[in-house]
């Protein structure tokens, strides 16, 4: 009776699909990834400013980098051992653009500029992308002048304005 007459073109689409799948996906998973190094800079970015918002009315060290751990841990970076964070002072003369190429303050004043800068490795999820790129060094800076000079390492945890009085 009548027979069905089946296109040499039968199949195409699904082979043409099976092709063109792992491109959508590696595209998608790449959107991803962009993402992911998107909010690790963001992230880090508002650790070293936190950090540098600390450090111009408290210049301990070891202060400024908790906050920039703390502020950085609650954000993208999740290993303690990816973020490297650096707290300096420097003078404000004479390069006013860099402050890093400026001598480093060797006693702290009013004026000196507080740079902090947060660092942190980051590994695309992407197989393919990860091994072309392998990791990746993100860095973010924060210049700030110091308004307060504080020796008092208590602060911000201070209970009066006279353990850190204020500079003219």
């Known amino acids: 009776m009548f027979r069905r007459h089946r296109s040499p073109r039968r199949g195409q689409a699904l082979v043409e699909f099976a092709l063109a799948l792992p491109v959508l996906i590696l595209i998608l998973v790449a959107v991803f990834d962009v993402g992911r190094a998107v909010f690790l800079y963001n992230s880090l970015t ?15 060290k070891s202060l400024v980098a908790n906050r920039v751990q703390a502020v950085a841990f609650s954000g993208a970076v999740s290993n303690a051992g990816n973020l490297n964070d650096l707290v300096s002072f420097y003078l404000q003369n004479p390069n006013q653009t860099d402050p890093t190429a400026n001598p480093q303050c060797t006693s702290i004043a009013v004026g000196c500029i507080a740079v902090v800068t947060a660092r942190s490795d ?24 110091v308004e307060l000079v504080c020796p008092n390492s208590t602060v911000p945890a201070y209970t009066t304005s006279a353990s850190c009085p204020r500079q003219p």
């Not at 508002?46 to 301990?60: F, H, K, M, S, T």
Request: no cysteine; proline share 10%; net charge neutral.
């Open 46 to 60: 508002n650790a070293a400013r936190e950090g540098a918002r600390l450090a111009i009315v408290n210049q301990d």
């Open 122 to 145: 980051w590994q695309p999820i992407t197989p393919i992308i990860g091994n072309v790129l392998g990791p990746i060094q993100f860095a973010a800076r924060t210049e700030l002048p």
